[in-house]
């Protein structure tokens, strides 16, 4: 079945750090990908989209790229600040489905 | 922006004990949907709805769990009877178009429910 792979259960920076987070995916289809934040206490909010379409999504600083021949779709911020601090979780939607599937999250946290 | 409430915010139950939980999507939606969150980290998704109806449903939403939004409604999830592995937080998510449907889609989840079963 669809699946995405979060690896890195847990990062720690430092403010103004360059923050990498890796994710990998697996489907027969042609999926859309997007990465969730969560902030404590509260549900999951999006963070950006990408499609097979364009490639790339940028959002509030952080950037995903789709690479199909690698499978991966990682996210990246050039320099990460305290209020960054949160789960961070890949997910996607395969196509013909409506069922959101989420990675096992990335807890960040960016020490001051 | 939109909000989805979820009432309650911590429900603490005996085991065996039937519950249910409640959400309120945003005014406009036509898809929901309930997650489950065990220790903060993975996100499991159980069920989607739509028109009246279970769309999707993964191999957690067991036998005991079902899903009603009569007459509009609040979207609930109910467990009858409850076990002690139902110990968890619940999401609740609405959305206008499915996911992955159209450009500026996306799922809106309230903060959560807090279910503990003794």
């Known amino acids: 079945g669809d699946s995405v792979t979060q690896k890195q259960g847990q990062v720690t920076l430092s403010e103004d750090d360059f923050l990498f987070i890796n994710c990998t995916y697996s489907?027969?289809?042609?999926?859309?990908l997007f990465w969730y934040v969560q902030y404590p206490g509260q549900g999951p909010q999006l963070l950006l989209k990408?499609?097979?379409?364009?490639n790339k999504g940028i959002s509030r600083g952080f950037e995903a790229t789709y690479d199909k021949g690698t499978t991966s779709f990682h996210l990246q911020k050039a320099s990460v600040q305290e209020s960054d601090s949160a789960v961070y979780f890949c997910?996607?939607?395969?196509?013909?489905?409506?069922?959101?599937?989420f990675g096992s999250g990335t807890q960040l946290t960016v020490m001051p | 922006g939109p909000k989805v409430l979820q009432i309650p915010s911590h429900q603490i139950i005996d085991m065996g004990q039937m519950v249910t939980l409640n959400c309120d999507p945003v005014?406009?939606?036509?898809?929901f949907y309930w997650y489950k969150q065990i220790l903060g980290q993975q996100m499991e998704f159980l069920v989607n709805?739509?028109?009246?109806?279970?769309?999707?449903k993964s191999k957690l939403f067991k036998d005991q769990f079902s899903v009603e939004r009569p007459d509009g409604s609040y979207f609930t999830l109910k467990i009858q009877p409850t076990a002690l592995e139902d110990s968890a937080v619940y999401f609740c998510?609405?959305?206008?178009?499915?996911?992955?449907?159209?450009?500026?889609?996306?799922?809106?989840f309230g903060h959560g429910t807090k279910l503990s079963v003794l």
């Open positions: 998510a609405s959305s206008l178009p499915p996911p992955g449907t159209a450009l500026n889609e996306r799922l809106f």
């Open positions: 489907t027969t289809t042609y999926p859309t």
């Open positions: 990408v499609t097979t379409a364009n």
């Open positions: 997910a996607l939607v395969a196509s013909g489905s409506w069922q959101l599937i």
């Open positions: 005014s406009n939606h036509l898809y």
């Open positions: 709805f739509y028109n009246g109806k279970v769309m999707e």
